[in-house]
């Protein structure tokens, strides 16, 4: 009932772990693969590990999560290596790759190439915590450069993943770069990036980097994420597919990115505040839905929100 299609990639369920929380370690990634999430994501990658910034940098709210991790990884070899270690589980592999310049990116999608047991790769354009360094996607220039030079080389399902955009034209001008290339699909949206949360009876700041700035997730960004995934599902060529991420914690916040287009729906600060578990949660809940409103399947409800008639 609940599954779908990016590009060609089957996925048995549609509701799978957004890169970031709980999916850095070989361990972590297992854990998915034995979860009834539809497919494992692994945390971004740079080409050589990192150890991030320093603790705390993720700490839940009550409205969802704060973050400034700061990009901790093992390196890319690592998430190379585990496509195989994962491919008994028999639910697609996606790696995402975050390199710290365009030639480090290409560096690690050449890399990727071969592995037939890695099925897509999401290349993560709008990390918003690292110190000095802009979002990718919030310069148009720069993105539409990246993915020049990224397709030149590539021939794996690629996608890329987006910040969360807030004016239209924006939403116009990222589209019509986004639809010149072969993407699969746009994973929206990133956490919204530079918030900052604090502890007003100790009067200080939730997590140490960045003087206490981090990404935002959960309950926070749900209506964000929602119009993001409803512009590119408007916007973009229908051969692009929208996986939403942001906010998802119910069947009913899913069936709600569903009925803004998006194809997939990624878990991420519900992930990490309530475990593996939470897929099988959201799946029962979403399934519950959809048989009360008579679906069968996705693509039933999918993209077909309705808006108010005009006057
Ligand atoms: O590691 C992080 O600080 C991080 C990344 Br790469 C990202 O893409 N989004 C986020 O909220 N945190």
Known sequence: MLQTKIANIKLAN???NA???????????????QSAAGAILSKSATLAPRAGN???????????????????????????AAA????SFQKPYIVSLSGMSLADNLKMIAEMQEE??????????????LPGKPQTAYDFEQTEKVLAAVFAQNNK????????YFDLLHFEQMAQILNQFPLSFVSCINSIGNGLVIDW???ETLIRPKDGFGGLGGDYIKATALANVRQFYLLLRPEISVVAVGGIKSGQDAFEHILCGAKAVQIGTHLMKTGPSC?????????AIMQAKGYQSIEDFRGKLKTAAPI
């Not at 890169?19 to 693969?33: D, F, I, K």
């Not at 320093?54 to 190379?80: C, E, F, Q």
């Not at 037939?116 to 915590?129: G, H, M, R, T, W």
């Not at 897929?279 to 399934?287: C, V």
Request: aromatic residues 8%; proline residues 11%; negative net charge.
């Open 54 to 80: 320093p603790a705390p940098r993720y700490v839940d709210t009550p409205w969802g999560s704060i973050n400034s991790m700061g990009l901790p990884n093992k390196g890319h070899a690592y998430y190379l």
């Open 201 to 203: 009876e100790k009067e």
């Open 157 to 164: 399902p690629l996608g890329v993943k987006l910040p969360p």
């Open 19 to 33: 890169s970031g929380p709980a999916c850095s370690s070989l361990e972590e990634l297992q854990a998915l693969g």
């Open 14 to 16: 549609c509701i799978y």
């Open 279 to 287: 897929f099988a949660q959201i799946s029962a809940e979403l399934t």
């Open 116 to 129: 037939e047991n890695i099925a897509a790769i999401e290349l993560n354009l709008s990390c918003p915590n």
């Open 84 to 87: 195989k270690e994962l491919a």
